[in-house]
């Protein structure tokens, strides 16, 4: 079974550019999350999707981050303009669905972004 | 605002002993809880989940949860230095009613170093 796809894998920008991550989780998983994670921290819930619908956004910055998934099945999160604390691991995760012992979130291997 | 605190050491263990890894988590009503293994420049993976009070073995690993403490911890037997990565402590907070379970909370992570 293929894993949870991301690209690009490495994005190097200037602040006020603005950038864009791709996402596709594991064929069947209905949930698709977001986070950001920042050097020496744990990964941080950025969105979360049922399959197209937003289940929760609540610590999304909607000012410069917005994030889509049209037809519930990939996704893109986009940063516009991007500033230099945006420089951190952007972390791609599905599952299956939300009955108990099936809540596993299956990671991607990150996209690496670094705004000087 | 769910917190999970976990000492972000480092660790340090020698090979064969037991390893100990300790997280206390704010949420009261949390449901499921998670410890993922993350080596460096890689994305977490999930070593063990638990939802109910007690103990929970899997091989060299095991977690345990107390509700009443808030306060989860995974031991690692036989440290191998292989075992040398971040431990991250993730909570979920409820099922939603429709789909789609909560998106996880994690700590900072502690730094596990087994010394051979």
New interface residues.
């Given amino acids: 079974e293929a894993g949870v796809a991301q690209s690009p894998r490495y994005k190097i920008i200037e602040k006020r550019q603005s950038v864009a991550f791709w996402c596709n989780p594991i064929s069947g998983h ?2 698709l ?1 977001w ?1 950001q994670q920042i050097l ?6 950025l969105i ?1 999707f ?2 197209n619908g937003v ?2 956004d609540s610590q999304l910055p909607k000012d410069r981050f917005s994030a889509e998934r049209l037809k519930g099945v990939d996704s893109t999160l986009k940063i516009q303009p991007a500033k230099l604390e945006d420089s951190a691991v952007y ?1 791609c995760a599905s ?1 299956i ?2 009955d ?2 099936k ?8 996209t690496r972004l670094l705004v000087l | 605002q769910k917190e999970v605190e976990q000492n972000s050491g480092p660790l340090s263990v020698p090979e064969g002993a037991i390893a100990s890894l300790n997280c206390t988590y704010s949420d009261r009503v949390s449901q499921s809880f998670f410890w993922y293994r993350q080596y460096s420049g890689k994305s977490p993976e999930l070593i063990m989940s638990i939802y109910s009070n007690g103990d929970k073995e899997d091989g060299r690993f095991t977690a345990q949860l107390n509700k009443a403490s808030q306060y989860v911890s995974l031991l690692i037997r036989d440290s191998q230095p292989s075992d040398s990565a971040t431990y991250l402590c993730a909570v979920t907070l409820r099922m939603y009613s429709g789909g789609g379970a909560d998106g996880l909370t994690f700590g900072k992570g502690t730094h596990l170093i087994i010394q051979p």
Avoid: M
């Fill in positions: 209905a949930t999350y986070y020496g921290q744990g990964p941080k819930l979360q049922q399959n289940v929760d972390l599952n669905g939300p108990r012992g809540e596993t979130q299956y990671f991607g291997p990150g």
